[in-house]
């Protein structure tokens, strides 16, 4: 039998199915796979991830109820964001306790669990305790053996997901990108499917996306009484949209992890020259960042605040 040829109508689901299929390995369906801390950069299974929180992940079955138990974590943030194979998001679960999916809720016959702690990677005993919290999510359900990925062909898949990436270029946001299929926009939730498979829609988290291909240089970016009620965090990517190694080992500076000026706003520094500089981000050819609020205020899902850009130095 052939195999399934992947365009811009059956990319989504193909897509889909690829991610849960990398979230499952080695662990298979009905089990969590944890992040215990900030790993290699080698192991990037999705494109533009965060460095800010660590990640659980699992693939479920919903043909039959499954049952996921949330930790108490007082004022940290966490998010379970449960993704159907059209990469529509039924549901986000943040309150302790247990929560139940069923197959009517989630859309299709397998879901995905992709939960977000938000950690100190700098201290071990901040690392311990969302370990410990990790621990305490469970699920009662979901399936046995190893999710079942159609025979797509990779091919036309990639040159599908290269297409649309091209397209995305360009687009400072991801609002509509993700959610419910009635929150969704529909081109916007296809170019975010194949850009940032994954995100949460952006009353959760406001991604602000800056991909000019500015030349390799030196910039600053200032950022000031930034509107959210959890935290925020400027990741930088390279062309392709992963992290990269560099000589200073950092990819990503957030409102946990910054050095504030002495004002109380936050510079953080893009370029090449960075010895000894503050909230260093090291870039190369093709350098885009993401800039995440992460329960963002309502001056900014209402255009009122404007994220600022980099200036040159």
Do not use: C
């Not at 108490?72 to 306790?97: A, C, E, M």
């Not at 200032?222 to 925020?232: G, K, S, T």
């Not at 510079?267 to 800039?291: C, E, K, Q, S």
């Amino acid at each position: 039998m052939s195999a399934i040829a992947v365009n811009v109508l059956n990319f989504t689901r193909a897509e889909s199915d690829l991610m849960f299929a990398r979230l499952a390995a080695g662990v298979g369906l009905g089990t969590w796979n944890h992040t215990r801390e900030l790993g290699s950069l080698e192991d990037q299974p999705i494109i533009r991830q965060n460095r800010d929180t660590l990640y659980s992940s699992a693939i479920i079955d919903v043909r039959e109820d499954v049952t996921i138990t949330v930790p108490d974590t007082g004022k940290r943030y966490i998010s379970v964001w449960v993704v159907s194979q059209d990469h529509f998001g039924p549901v986000i679960l943040r309150d302790p306790g247990e929560h139940r999916l069923t197959r009517e809720l989630v859309g299709t016959d397998y879901a995905a669990l992709i939960v977000r702690i938000l950690v100190d990677p700098n201290s071990p005993e901040d690392v311990a305790e969302v370990n410990r919290l990790q621990d305490v999510l469970t699920i009662d359900g979901g399936g046995t053996g190893e999710f079942p990925l159609p025979d797509y062909d990779e091919g036309s898949q990639t040159e599908t997901r290269d297409a649309l990436l091209a397209l995305a270029r360009g687009i400072t946001t991801y609002d509509g990108s993700f959610g419910t299929a009635a929150e969704v926009d529909p081109i916007r939730h296809l170019l975010g499917t194949a850009s940032g498979w994954g995100g949460l829609p952006e009353h959760e988290a406001t991604y602000v996306n800056f991909d000019e291909r500015l030349p390799v240089g030196e910039y600053r970016l200032r950022l000031n009484d930034v509107p959210v009620d959890a935290f925020w965090s400027v990741s930088l990517y390279n062309a392709a949209g992963y992290f990269e190694e560099n000589a200073l080992g950092v990819n990503s500076i957030n409102s946990l992890t910054a050095t504030p000026d002495a004002d109380g706003s936050t510079t953080i520094r893009f370029g090449v020259h960075l010895d000894g500089v503050a909230n260093a981000l090291p870039i190369m050819p093709g350098w885009n960042y993401v800039l995440r609020l992460y329960r963002p205020q309502p001056i900014v899902l209402d255009g009122t605040w404007t994220a600022p850009r980099p200036e040159a130095l």
